[in-house]
Nanobody
Framework: QVQLVESGGGLVQAGGSLRLSCAAS????????MGWFRQAPGKERELVAA???????YYADSVKGRFTISSDNARSTVYLQMNNLKPEATANYYC????????????????????WGQGTQVTVSS
């Protein structure tokens, strides 16, 4: 069992930055794929960024060049650095983990991720 705890959300003006953190329990963090999803009111949950156990990264087109996902295996923590934030980024952001997702195609399927955090709210004002 893996427990995920997100932090770092908040209110920021458009153009600002936030860094989200996701601390994971368990000793096999480095073997898991980790992902950041977001869900805005009335919308489906979508993958924002993911990093595989082999350190390959994926970004949604809407965040490429502005968001960066990274992991610190020593701290069992994954980060999402979000720069130049836009109001449409307002959503609840969730961290997810899975030991058996390797391809970008699979990581984009919400229901395939096994473990989820409780979410952290990000609000971007215009």
């Amino acid at each position: 069992q893996v427990q995920l705890v997100e932090s770092g959300g908040g209110l920021v003006q458009a153009g600002g930055s936030l860094r989200l953190s996701c601390a994971a329990s368990g000793r096999t963090f480095s073997t898991y794929a980790m992902g950041w999803f977001r869900q805005a009111p009335g919308k489906e949950r979508e993958l924002v960024a993911a990093i595989s156990s082999g350190a390959s990264t994926y970004y949604a087109d809407s965040v490429k060049g502005r968001f960066t996902i990274s992991s610190d295996n020593a701290r069992s923590t994954v980060y999402l650095q979000m720069n130049n934030l836009k109001p449409e980024a307002t959503a609840n952001y969730y961290c997810a983990a899975d030991p058996a997702l390797y391809s970008t195609q699979a990581m984009r399927v919400v229901n395939l991720w096994r473990f989820w955090g409780q979410g952290t709210q990000v609000t971007v004002s215009s």
